[in-house]
Structures are given as structure tokens and as C-alpha cells.
């Protein structure tokens, strides 16, 4: 399968990123191809409508990834409760032509404990975007984001964090085999 991850920060040393860098090594190493796009090293411009029909190089490369994907992530910083504004922007460029129908997993790094106002703000995005929101999300918060302050090949990852992100993505990855028609829904009991 093709996923690709939105990483949402302006940030050159992320947390999030690089979450979603370790992430999508996971994905990876699952047999799928992954494409990053990492919105600190590629800016997009500025949303606004009165720009209809202005293609910018790196937003059709994104749109055109998009397209052909079977699952999303996007990954955001906790910004004040909500997500940041370099994701906001690049959604705005986006539409249900990039998620309809698409499972999408949504995470975060955050200053406290977790960052789950940004993650339900997110969720709620997905749904008008008409993207299929992943039953579980991901959020490392507070002294975890330790973990992901060093270089990639470096980490020191804490078991706990390890575990959930591993079943995190298992569980996406099973949701969007199952959206894309690649695997057979479990059978139901028959009704007695
Ligand atoms: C403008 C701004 C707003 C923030 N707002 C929050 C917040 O509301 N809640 C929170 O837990 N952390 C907040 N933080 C802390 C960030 O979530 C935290 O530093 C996070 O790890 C940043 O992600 P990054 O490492 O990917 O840049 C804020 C940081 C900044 C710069």
C-alpha cells in the first residue's frame, strides 16, 4: 500500500516529525512504501481562494501523492488546543478529491502530557474532509518527546511509547487494508 505523512511542523528539530519519521520506518518495514512530506523543509504559500488555478510545484507533488494513496497521516505539534498553522494551510489547500474515503491516523507531540485538543481538532477536520478517522490516534507528550530529541538512529526509545506506536500503526495499517479492499473483515457470529 501507498501512505503518505504530512508532517505539520515549522520546526527544523520536531518532535513530531521525527515521530513521523520513526513511524513511517515502521510502515516501511511492514512491506508499504511511504512518502513524507515534511512542511518545514517544503513550505507551501499562503492559502487564499483567489488563487484558484495557481499551481505552486511542490503542492501538485503533494496533490498528486495524495491521490494515489491508500492511507493518511497527518502529524501536527499542539499549538494553544488546536493544531499548527503550517497543517491548517496545507489542508486548506487540500480537499476530498486528496481523502475521500481514505483512513487517516492522526498524531501529535505536545508540551503536556498529551496533545489530544489538537487531536480531536484534527479528527474533525478528517470527517469534512471525508477522510475515514482511525479508531486510535497518537500523541507523545511531556518528558516522551525526549525520546525524539535526538538523531533518528539514535533513539533511546522508552518500551511503553515503543508498544503503543507499534499497535497504533498495526491498527491503521489493518484499517486501510480493509478500506482498500485488501483483507477480508473478520466473520461476524451469525445472528441466532
Ligand atoms: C505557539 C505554541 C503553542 C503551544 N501550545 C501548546 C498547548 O496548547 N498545549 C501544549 O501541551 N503544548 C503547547 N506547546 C508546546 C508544544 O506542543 C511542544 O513544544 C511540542 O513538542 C512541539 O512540537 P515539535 O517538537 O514538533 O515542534 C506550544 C508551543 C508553541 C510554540
Redesign the pocket.
Known amino acids: 500500500m501507498k501512505i503518505v505523512i504530512l508532517a505539520g511542523?515549522n520546526?527544523k528539530?520536531?518532535?513530531?516529525?521525527k515521530l513521523a519519521k520513526y513511524a513511517g520506518r515502521l510502515i516501511e518495514q511492514k512491506g508499504h512504501s511511504v512518502t513524507l512530506f515534511d512542511l518545514y523543509r517544503t513550505p507551501l504559500p499562503f492559502y487564499s481562494p483567489d488563487d484558484y488555478g495557481v499551481e505552486h510545484a511542490e503542492l501538485i507533488v503533494l496533490k498528486q501523492s495524495l491521490v494515489e494513496a491508500d492511507g493518511i497521516v497527518l502529524v501536527t505539534?499542539?499549538?494553544?488546543?488546536?493544531i499548527s498553522g503550517v497543517l491548517k494551510n496545507a489542508l486548506d489547500h487540500l480537499g476530498q478529491d486528496h481523502f475521500n474515503n481514505k483512513p487517516v491516523l492522526s498524531v501529535?507531540?505536545?508540551?503536556?502530557a498529551v496533545?489530544v485538543?489538537s487531536l480531536t481538532q484534527l479528527q474533525a477536520m478528517v470527517r469534512n474532509l471525508h477522510g475515514i478517522n482511525s479508531p486510535e490516534w497518537l500523541s507523545?507528550?511531556g518528558a516522551q518527546?525526549k525520546w525524539?530529541e535526538g538523531e533518528l538512529d539514535s533513539y533511546e526509545i522508552g518500551q511503553d511509547i515503543d508498544d503503543r506506536i507499534n499497535r497504533v500503526v498495526a491498527s491503521f495499517l489493518d484499517l486501510t487494508k480493509l478500506v482498500r479492499g485488501q483483507s477480508q473483515p473478520a466473520a461476524s457470529n451469525p445472528v441466532q
Open positions: 511542523s520546526r528539530a520536531a518532535t513530531s516529525t505539534p499542539e499549538y494553544h488546543g488546536s501529535s507531540s505536545s508540551g503536556g496533545g485538543s507523545i507528550g518527546r525524539f
